[in-house]
T-cell receptor, first 112, second 116 residues
Framework: KQEVTQIPAALSVPEGENLVLNCSFT??????LQWFRQDPGKGLTSLLL?????REQTSGRLNASLDKSSGRSTLYIAASQPGDSATYLC???????????FGAGTRLAVHP | DAGVIQSPRHEVTEMGQEVTLRCKPI?????LFWYRQTMMRGLELLIY????????DSGMPEDRFSAKMPNASFSTLKIQPSEPRDSAVYFC??????????????FGEGSWLTVV
């Protein structure tokens, strides 16, 4: 059974810091891995999707890496801003690529 | 496109009442998903449809829960009778089948259900 773990559960940093969020999964036979952002009271927004054949994906100040063999992914946020404050979740498909298993998320607060 | 649209955004109901949550997926999307989010269990997939047909409902917690998709632009999730432990945020999401595993999934803003 696939399990997804995210560390840390919460993070508070001053503006401008570079930071790393971690995601680990127990079954390395995945099609892809996605990172999402959730703002309070809102739905999830997909940030990055890494295919199983890829090592990383970049979008602006975000960079996500994937190491299937070790069951790990990291989300790197460069030069953090207060607007980055949100919960970040990672998810992998399990039992077919439509059934996403989510981690519990990392709650990020970036203070000015 | 306006994105995935859910209604109601907030619902407070008494235990035993019927609750119906509604979802309009993004036009042209082939897949529709219903998720539930709670503090204790996080995000869980309840059921998903492909081309209006339910494919996997193994996440539906009990027979009190049912979901339908009568056409490509509308789906409902019904709880009857509701119980306090059903209190959660229910998300609808959709995606296109175009590129298989590589397509982005889009979430609605959720229906916040409180059963008292």
């Amino acid at each position: 059974k696939q399990e997804v773990t995210q560390i840390p559960a919460a993070l508070s940093v001053p503006e401008g810091e570079n930071l790393v969020l971690n995601c680990s999964f127990t079954d390395s036979a995945i099609y892809n891995l996605q990172w999402f952002r959730q703002d309070p009271g809102k739905g999830l927004t997909s940030l990055l999707l890494i295919q199983s054949s890829q090592r990383e994906q970049t979008s602006g100040r975000l960079n996500a890496s994937l190491d299937k063999s070790s069951g790990r992914s990291t989300l790197y946020i460069a030069a953090s801003q207060p607007g980055d404050s949100a919960t970040y979740l990672c998810a992998v498909p399990s039992g077919g690529y439509n059934k996403l298993i989510f981690g519990a998320g990392t709650r990020l607060a970036v203070h000015p | 496109d306006a994105g995935v649209i859910q209604s109601p955004r907030h619902e407070v109901t008494e235990m035993g009442q019927e609750v119906t949550l509604r979802c309009k997926p993004i036009s042209g999307h082939d897949y529709l998903f219903w998720y539930r989010q709670t503090m204790m269990r996080g995000l869980e997939l309840l059921i998903y449809f492909n081309n209006n047909v339910p494919i996997d409902d193994s996440g539906m917690p009990e027979d009190r829960f049912s979901a339908k998709m009568p056409n490509a632009s509308f789906s409902t999730l019904k709880i009857q009778p509701s119980e306090p432990r059903d209190s959660a945020v229910y998300f609808c999401a959709s995606r296109s089948a175009g590129a298989g595993a590589g397509n982005t999934i889009y979430f609605g803003e959720g229906s916040w259900l409180t059963v008292v």
